[in-house]
C-alpha cells in the first residue's frame, strides 16, 4: 500500500515540537536584557523548554531514520522537492542546534547557575566546561551565545519558508497534498479547510501563551528557624530597654567575659529585587566575642562569614550570588566584621564601630544593638544598613541599583553563652 502521510507518531512529534518552538521563540523577547525576577524565571522556563526540545527532536530525528517519509505526492517540481528537503534538514540542525548552543551557553556562564528542568529535575552542564581555564570558557560562551543568536534568526527564516510552502501547496496546488501528510484528511485545494484553521489556532495558542504565561520568580528565604537548635531558647525580640535595670549587677568589676555563639542565632539580610522584598540569610558563621557592658574599653568582637552558605530560598539563585558577579567566593570566601569600640547609648543599648571586610574591601560599619543579659545568657539584636556598591557586590549589569537597591539592611540575632 502506498503510503501517503507520515506516521501517527512522526506527526504528534512534528505538531509537539512545532507548538514548543513558537512559544520558545518568544520568551526572548520578554527577558531580553531585563534583569527582574520575572526575566530571571522566564530564563529558567526557557531553558526547560528549550531541552525538552532538544529530546523530543532527536527522538523525532530517530523515528525519522527508521521510519522514512511517505513518497513525495506526484505534481511537485523538482526544484519544489529540493527546496523542501533543504528546509526540513535545515529545520532538523536547528531543532538541535538551537538548544546545544543554548545549553553550552548556559555551562560556561560566569554566573554558573544550574538548570533544574521544570522547577524539578536537576539537569547538568555540559561536561568539560567546569575543568576548563575560564578564558577558554569565556571564548566558548560567546561562540555559544552568537550562534545561538544567529540559529535564532535562521529560524524565523526557514519556519517563513517552511509555513509558506505547506500554505501554497494548501491553497493553490489542488493535485498537492502536501498538508495532508501531517494532517491527515486535510483536502488540498480548499481554503476552509478545518485542519488548518485547527493549526493557525494552535499557532496563536502557542504564541499567545508566551506572552501571557507568568512563571513563579524565585521565591524568598524567611529568616528560618535553623536545624535543630538544642541549645538557645527561641530568638525572640530583646525587651524594650525600659524593662531592664542598666547594669547588670551581677558582673565582676571590669572582667571581660567570653561568649560562646548558641545555636538559634541568626544573620541575615534584606533587600529587594524588581520592587519583590527579598529575604536572605547565612547559614554558616562564627563570632568570637569578648563583652561586658562594664567593661567596654576591652570588649571586641570579630564576626567571620562563609559568605558561600548564603541562602534565599531560591536554590539557583543561590548558587549565583557567590559567583564573581556578587561574593566572588573564590576569591574572598569569607567576609570579617570586627569590632572593639563599643559605646553605649542608653538602657541594654549600644553601637559597635568595627569594620566589615567583604569582597576584598574593607569599610567603617555601625551597629547599633540591643542586648539582655540574663545570668550565662546574652541575647543581642541588631540591625545595620550597607551599601552593597561600596564593597563591588554587582558587578557588571547588577552594578545598577534600578533592580536591587544600594542599600542592603543586615539582621543579626544572637544568643550566646558565657
Ligand atoms: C514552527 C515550527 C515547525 C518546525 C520546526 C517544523 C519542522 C518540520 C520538519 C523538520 C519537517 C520534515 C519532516 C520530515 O520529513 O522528517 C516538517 C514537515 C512538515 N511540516 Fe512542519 N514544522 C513547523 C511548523 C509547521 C507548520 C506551522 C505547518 C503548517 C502550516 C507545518 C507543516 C508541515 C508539513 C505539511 C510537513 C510535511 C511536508 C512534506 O512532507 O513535504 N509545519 N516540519
Ligand atoms: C529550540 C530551542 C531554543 C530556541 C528556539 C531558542 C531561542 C532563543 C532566542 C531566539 C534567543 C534570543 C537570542 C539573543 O538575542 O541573544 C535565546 C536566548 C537565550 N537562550 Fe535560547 N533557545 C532555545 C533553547 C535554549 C536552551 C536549551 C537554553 C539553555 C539551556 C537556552 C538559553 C538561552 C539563554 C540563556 C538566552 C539569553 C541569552 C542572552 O543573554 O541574551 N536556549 N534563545
Redesign the pocket.
Known sequence: MRRDR?TTV?IVL?WL??AA??FQMQLPWRFHGLKTPEAFALIQLHKSVGITILVLSLARLGW?LANP?PP?PEGLTVWEVWL?KIV?WG??GL?IGMPITGWIMVSTSKTGIPTVLWGAMPWPHVPGFAAMAPAGREAWNSVAHEGHELLGWGFYVL?GL??AG??KHQLFGRDEP??A???PGAKAGRWLEPRLAL?ALG?IAAIGGAWLIHPRPPASAPMPPPPAAPVAAPMTPVAPPEAAPLKAPAEPLFSVSKWNLAKGSTLGFSTSWGGQALEGRFDQWTADIAFSPEALDRSHVKVSIDLASVATGDPQRDVALPGADFFDVAEHPKAVFTADRFEATGPNRYVAHGKLTLRGATKSVRLPFTLKIDGDKARMSGVTTLDRTAFGVGQGEWQATDQIPAQVTVKVQLTATR
Open positions: 507520515y512522526a512534528h515540537i512545532a518552538i513558537l525519522r517519509p513525495e523542501s526540513h529545520l532538523y531543532m519556519i517552511h509555513v505547506a500554505l502536501v498538508l501528510r501531517m494532517a493549526i499557532v
